[in-house]
């Protein structure tokens, strides 16, 4: 089969796409047949070895959809032909196939594509295990999505809306503030202007915001702590880099700076995580946004674009 293989840390030039032998499942594995693969940031970050060894080589990724083509013993869930997409994978789902655990696998609406199935894994679980598990959302409060219009961004506006909060959403582009008003936030500010933290104290009247999901913590963090409201909180999804901070802007406000990385969620609470999003794509409140739909032999490019601002949407590969 064709896969998308690394043997080495580097730039985007590293990922190669090579003919590898088939995979089967053993014994509580799923064998999933990839229509197609989801591409994140931390694929480019574990790529460059910002988050330390690896045995090489490997296939990256970690989203994925498709149809299973096999089962090990004891798998009890899942039989070849279900649609499902994959949440984490044992082998990597820049490839024709992914094995996975049986966890790590969850069953696909006929109504949602297979891209779309591809978009689910991390960026939706990111956005509700920030807004519930680590920012302790409660219906009522207001929260600020910065970069609403990338694949974590979205999946924020829609869970967010549909739990009952106020949606104040940021993007830099014009196309990507009409994606993200079009997703439910009732205020899209753009975040390349230089008051528009200003403009978020104003749309609360001056209280601030309750809590910030934030994708770029080394620009935003020192200013995200100045327009909290008492007991606010900052979840951090992303950061490039360091910041400084001034920290009487926590004491001030009882405030709280919360990190956050899927890698340390609990299976039982990635399985809630998971059956909450199951009844958002049947009810219709979530439908992942795809931006690009790139050959998996083009994976280069794909992480090249994704570090790109002005993300709109998911990007995915396509076997």
Do not use: W
Not at 21 to 32: D, F, H, N
Not at 46 to 52: K, Q, V
Not at 202 to 217: F, N, S, Y
Not at 265 to 288: D, K, M
Request: with cysteine.
């Amino acid at each position: 089969m064709k896969a998308i293989r690394v043997h080495s840390f580097g730039g985007p030039e590293v990922l190669a796409q090579e003919q590898v032998p088939e995979l089967s499942a053993g014994p509580g594995e799923v064998l999933v047949r990839v229509k197609a693969a989801g591409v994140n940031p931390v694929d480019t970050y574990i790529r460059s070895g910002l988050y330390g060894d690896r045995a090489f080589p490997y296939t990256p990724g970690m989203d994925a959809a498709g149809t299973v083509v096999g089962v090990g013993t004891g798998v009890s869930h899942f039989q070849v032909n279900d649609r499902v997409y994959v949440a984490g994978s044992l082998s990597g789902t820049y490839a024709e196939q992914a094995l996975c655990k049986e966890a790590q696998v969850h069953p696909l609406p006929s109504h949602i594509s297979f891209e779309q199935g591809a978009a689910l894994g991390i960026p939706y679980a990111t956005a509700y295990y920030a807004l519930f598990n680590r920012g302790h959302a409660m219906p009522g409060e207001t929260v600020l999505v910065h970069g609403a219009s990338g694949g974590v961004g979205t999946a924020a506006v829609q869970i967010a809306r549909s739990r009952g909060l106020k949606v104040i959403g940021t993007a830099g582009t014009p196309k990507g503030r009409e994606l993200v008003t079009k997703e439910g936030a009732h205020h899209v500010l753009d975040h390349s202007t230089p008051d528009y933290m200003d403009q978020v104290l104003k749309l609360t009247d001056g209280h601030g915001v309750h809590i910030i999901l934030e994708m770029l913590a080394n620009v935003n963090l020192g200013k995200d702590l100045k327009i909290l409201t008492l007991r606010g909180r900052v979840v951090v999804i992303g950061s490039r880099g360091k910041v400084e901070i001034d920290p009487r802007d926590t004491m001030g406000k009882y405030a709280d700076i919360r990190g956050m990385s899927l890698l340390y969620a609990t299976e039982q609470e990635l399985s809630a995580v998971h059956a909450a999003l199951a009844a958002g794509l049947e009810n219709g409140t979530l439908r992942p946004i795809i931006g690009q739909k790139i050959p998996l032999a083009e994976a280069i490019r794909a992480h090249e674009e994704i570090m790109k601002p002005g993300s709109y949407g998911k990007i995915v590969l396509v076997p």
